[in-house]
Each structure stands twice: as structure tokens, then as C-alpha cells.
């Protein structure tokens, strides 16, 4: 049946380029050989009798995700026989969940004919798994499949951008070229000392400088991470610079070395009411008053549970009476626990290293518990105080050696900003005088 569709297509394709006709043909359901090699008839009426020397495939196409497609029913479409189908899975699924295939996505597949009957066989597929990682399944001469993941070759340079502020720092430096995620970051950090609401007057300059990845063969470009940015405020400068003291997770700071300022998440679930605030109480099973040590939030079971900051995973896993517990350290002398948990969050576990609003885990009702909920402490000093109250974690400076790596850090920052700023300009040069050999990674 398809092999007789294939006939007729391909004779009136002949006829179409007979005629000098360009033609665009979309038939959804059947293979849609693209690269078949025609040769160039004669006449057409030579064609309809050589036709059974047309050249068959391989064929090869590019598919695109759409939705309720999976990787089988796109495979299918194709006239791959399902154990065919079934077996490419199996050994993609050691590399490459295909669950993971999202729509608009494509597919690169190459099939052929059979020896025998209307369906073919799947050769060759490749897909890109993520940004940083191409997927090939291969057909080999045995007629098994074999999976490999490739690491791509990405680019990896530094932005630095710089202006004038007329409209609003995400407008103009937006225009001016800098990533959205960038300017996110940077809002985000500044937003401790700055009101951008208020503060931000037209003449107010900016600058950021940030790392991007950039993979050659697509163009496609992910940016990496805010390495410094500038505002500079009636002529006052707000300057910070990422930096990870050693033992630490990232953060932002000031030239002199001072965390910039982080707010704890007051609610660290969402839509949740308070059920039972901190301070004493009469306890709900044992009947007697109790010092309540922290604030519970009523949420339905499963209900994700964040990060109030970031910080490093002290302590995860059953602790008596709290059920299933996360404690997280957020600088020495702060951490916050939860507890009752349903389940954890994939990959939580002693050591993580977590940001403010990652999902660490759901809502359960284990451990001494009436119902779910999420019992919330904000230890400080290694004393519990009530979390709604205290939503700022103190200022902590860098010190001795962490601030001698933090100065040693700025000064090689400042030198990657010089330099990016002289690619800068060159990538503003005429086209013609720009180097055709882009270098290496
Ligand atoms: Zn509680």
C-alpha cells in the first residue's frame, strides 16, 4: 500500500518537473522520502516505465515534535515495525529519556526499505538531549541498536555591556544586547540596596560583564553566569561581584567584600495559610503546652516545599518525631529545618548545595503529625526564633584568606572585562574586516 503511494507520488513528481512545476507536498501520514535520487527522465512516458529502477532510499528527514507525539508514534508514522521501534527505545533509554522530548524539538532519523514488505527499517536518529548534549542512536551491521551521548563543542566567551539609563535598566540594557536571564540576576541582586521603583533616575549608567556558551553549528547561545555588575545612581556606585568562597555556595558582594544582603522566603511553599504560629501552645496529640519551635503552614500533601535561601544541605532524611526533616545552612550562624515531609526533592541529601526557591521537597504528614503540613524553624545562633519576624540574614563579611581569593578574584574579573570589552568593539567593526575564522573554544 505505502510502497504504491510512494509509485504514484514519485511518477507525479517526475510529471511536476517535467512541467517546470514547483511543488510542496505535506502527506502526514505516509514516509516522505526528501533525498530519494530521481533520475532525470527522458520523457514522462519513458519515466512511468523505468520507475521500478528509480533509486530507493535511504531516505532521511527531519521531524519535528509536535503535541501527544512520542518518540514511538513518530517512529511509527514512519513505517518502522514496532519491535524495531521498541528495541531503538531500549537502548536510547541508557542515554536519553525519550519522555524527555518536548514539542517543537526535532529529530533527525534515516530509514530504508526492507528487503521484504511495506515497512522499513531505522537506520541512524539523532536528537539533542539538552544544550550541552547530542543524542545517536546507530544501527549496527548485527542489527542491534546502540546509543551514545555526545558532549558539543561549545564556545565560551564574556559579555560585558554598558549604558546609559533613559527609559528603565531592563529596557535600555535589554537594547543594548544583554540576556534577559542576566538582567534578572542582576535585578535580583541589586534589589537589596537599590529601589528600583524610586532610586533609578534617567542618567543612571549600568554595566554587566557575564560568561556565555555558545554552540557553533546551531548559533544557539546560553548564557552563563552574572560575573559583575555596576549601577551608578547620582553618582554613587553599587558595585557587586559573584564570587564562591571556598566551602561556600556563590554569592553576590560588594567591592569591600560584604554579602550583598539576602531576604529569607517568609513562605518557603506556596498559597499556603499559617495553622499554628511560633511560641507556646497547647500540643494538638499530647494535650499538654508546648513551646512551639517553629510555624506550620497547612498545604495538601504533595504540595512542593522551597528553599527560604540558599545554602548547603546539613541534614536530610527521618529525625524522630519530625517526620522526614531538611535542615539547610545559610551562613554561619542561620539555617532553616522542615519537617514532615512526604518525600524529598531528587538529589537532596547531606552536602547539597541549594538556591533560594529550589524545590527540596513535598508536604507530608510524617513524624508526629494530624494532618499534612509543613513545620517551618528558623534557627539562629543555634537558637529558634519566629521565622515570620526575622526575614533578613545578617551581614556577612568575607575574611582573612576567603578575602584575600575574593580581591585576587575582582582583579582577574577586571581584567576579562577589559578584554571583553576589545571583542566588543571588534564584533561592531564593518563585516568585512572581521576575522572569517572564528577561533577555537
Ligand atoms: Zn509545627
Partial sequence: MRQKLARYITIFLCIAAAYGLVFY??????PRPKNEVLSSPQ?????AETVEEVKEGPYDETLTITAGDTLASI????????????EAIEALSSVYSPKDLKVGQEVYVVYDEQKEGETYDLKFLRLRA???NDIELVRTGEGFFQATKYKKKLKHSYVAIEGDIKVSLYADALRAGASPKMLYDMIKAFSFDVDFQRDIQPGTTFSLLYDTYKDEESGNERPGELLAATLVIDNKPYEIYRFQ???SVPGFYTPLGEAVQKALLKTPIDGARINSGFGNRKHPIKGYTKMHTGVDFGAPKGTPIMAAGDGIVERCGPFSGYGNYICIRHNGSTKTAYAH???FAKGMKKGAKVHQGKVIGYVGATGTATGPHLHFELIQNGKHVNPTKVTQLPKTKLLGKALQEYKAFKEKVERIRIEAKKEGLKEELPSASKPKVLEEA
Fill in 25 to 30: 507536498l505535506s502527506i502526514d501520514d505516509s
Fill in 43 to 47: 520523457s514522462t512516458q519513458d519515466q
Fill in 75 to 86: 517512529l511509527n508514522r514512519l513505517g518502522i515495525p514496532i519491535n524495531q521501534v521498541h
Fill in 130 to 132: 539538552d544544550f550541552e
Fill in 245 to 247: 568562597p571556598t566551602g
Fill in 341 to 343: 515531609l512526604s518525600r
